[in-house]
């Protein structure tokens, strides 16, 4: 199957960035979409960012357009999150998650086959 692993994140404070790197392993070749969803503390998980992995077309939702960035390195199946501008509201654990299914912008979390462990990301002065 499929392995996601996030790494990147940590303790930053308010207007610094972070990048966050999702590496992919195992039957790689079985992924068209890959995004990064995020859940702050009691709260649900949503979509950040996705990208199809074939044309590098990403979708961003509203409130971090301008801010984030997501690509792809498919040689090294891996992709990226990168994050400008953090604020407190930006806290929550950041999930890489990847879908056998084409299109774009994919923003439910059934629609997602694979998932990564989370990490942790921290915008606290």
């Known amino acids: 199957q499929v392995q996601l692993v996030e790494s990147g994140g940590g303790l930053v404070q308010p207007g610094n960035s972070l990048r966050l790197s999702c590496a992919a392993s195992g039957r790689t070749g079985n992924i068209f979409n890959m995004g990064w969803f995020r859940q702050p503390q009691g709260q649900e998980r949503h979509l950040v960012a996705s990208?199809?992995?074939?044309?590098?077309?990403?979708y961003y939702i509203n409130s971090v357009k301008g801010r984030f960035t997501i690509s792809r390195d498919k040689k090294n199946n891996t992709i990226y999150l990168q994050m400008n501008k953090l604020t407190p509201e930006d806290t929550a654990v950041y999930y890489c998650?990847?879908?056998?299914?084409?299109?774009?912008?994919?923003?439910?979390?059934?629609?997602?086959?694979?998932w990564g462990p989370g990490t942790q990301v921290s915008v606290s002065s």
């Open positions: 990208i199809a992995m074939g044309s590098g077309t990403p």
């Open positions: 998650a990847a879908a056998r299914r084409g299109g774009l912008g994919l923003a439910a979390t059934t629609e997602y086959d694979f």
